[in-house]
């Protein structure tokens, strides 16, 4: 019995080098160096003057340089800004503080306002558009629910703290219907708040609501949870709640934003680079002579753990986890079935812009704060993985989508355009 074990583990050990190399033969290489670029409503032309200008930011919450960096890239952006019709603003797509959230504190108490400052307020400060405060509109990831009610904060003391005074940024916090709660930003709100039921308060928010432009933000963290308990009356009611919405809307364009998006090449899509599997973790700590007898081990390792162990126990946020799953293919359909231009999200750390059907598409801007590999599928238009944003500029029936890649060493930036028409009515 002895034997056959030592055998058996033998035999796994000695398989592990054959693993390794047909993974380095067979998996795809990660858009890094180079963005992965298909010529499909790329857009090289000088861009006409827009009406409309805003810009998707997600996974921003490091005070890392990083994040300080793409900052400073925005607040050049607005400065050079071409005049706009409406003041521009920025769609903050979650994960707002890592690694945790806001922890379960009184309203404006002072680890709560320190963690805010070093996350949003120092990064964003002197934030404007001619001289006029520009305002964020901030929807929850995944990290912001870590802690019990610490994502309330974001609903009052980030706008208590955040109101465009003294060179700040202006902080919205969405989707949070009062019912009959003074949004007073106060000790007061957030205690009524803490009494409600957030699956009865968090249902789809309009930010923006006019003949031309419709955005909608969305609770995703909250979905996912909903989904993985089974609530599925309380699943019905916002996703009927959504569509009414839309379908009472003539507004030419409409875009959905939340914090985790329906397709994806990234890692919560299961890619994983060469460069991850090997150089991260308890490698780090092995001496640099021995890193190369145990590169095969460790990538082999790697991969058991991504394949078997993940494929029996998938992570709760990645796409391959059946409510996570169940979730983007219900909103996919409410896309579909409304006519759905965009939707926004972030939770992948990289850029990329993904057609998921004919003239409906999405966009990850998920590296405003932390970085990943992605790989590119027969759906992508644009990905790589780069610190940066999105800026979107509409005018008429073109909306201009693009992707501003930030070098952080040198700080640079190189933009991509690309442009979706629509038919002329």
Partial sequence: MRSRL?????????????????????????????????????????????????????????????????????????????????????????????????????????????????????????????????????????????????R?????????MFDGKNDSPVFKSYPIHHNKIADS???????????????????????????????????????LKLYSQGKTSIIKQHWEYLRKKMQQSSAKWKLLFGHHPI?????????????EWTWTGTRDKIPYFLRPVTFLWFT???????????????????????SYHKFAIDLRKIIKENNVDFYIAGHDHNLQFIELQKKSFQVISGSAGKLNSVSHGKETIFSQEIPGFVRFDLQNNKMFVNFFAVDIENIKTKVTTFCIEKDQE
């Fill in 6 to 150: 030592q055998k058996f583990i033998r035999a796994i050990i000695f398989s592990m080098p054959v693993i390794a190399i047909l993974v380095t033969i067979f998996v795809p290489r990660s858009d890094k160096d180079k963005p992965f670029i298909k010529k499909d409503y790329l857009y090289t032309k000088k861009p006409t003057q827009a009406t409309t200008t805003f810009y998707a930011l997600g996974d921003w919450g490091t005070a890392s340089k990083h994040q300080k960096i793409v900052a400073q890239i925005l607040r050049n952006d607005l400065q050079n800004l071409k005049s706009v019709d409406s003041a521009p603003f920025v769609l903050g797509l979650g994960d707002n503080v890592y690694p945790d959230g806001l922890p379960d504190k009184q309203f404006n108490d002072a680890q709560v306002t320190t963690m805010l400052n070093k996350r949003f307020g120092q990064a964003y400060h002197n934030t404007k558009y001619e001289d006029e405060a520009i305002v964020f509109h901030v929807v929850p990831g995944n990290h912001d629910y870590h802690q019990t009610n610490g």
């Fill in 152 to 160: 309330l904060h974001e609903e009052t003391t980030a706008e208590y």
């Fill in 185 to 223: 930003n106060n000790q007061a709100e957030h205690q009524a708040l803490k009494e409600k039921n957030l699956e009865e308060i968090s249902l789809p928010q309009s930010v923006v609501e006019t003949q031309e432009l419709l955005i909608i933000a969305l609770d995703t963290p909250l979905y």
């Fill in 263 to 275: 397709k994806s090449y990234g890692n919560h899509a299961g890619f994983r680079s060469l460069r």
């Fill in 300 to 322: 082999s390792l790697s991969i058991i753990g991504e394949y078997v162990i993940h494929s029996i126990s998938p992570y709760k946020q990645d796409l391959r986890h059946p």
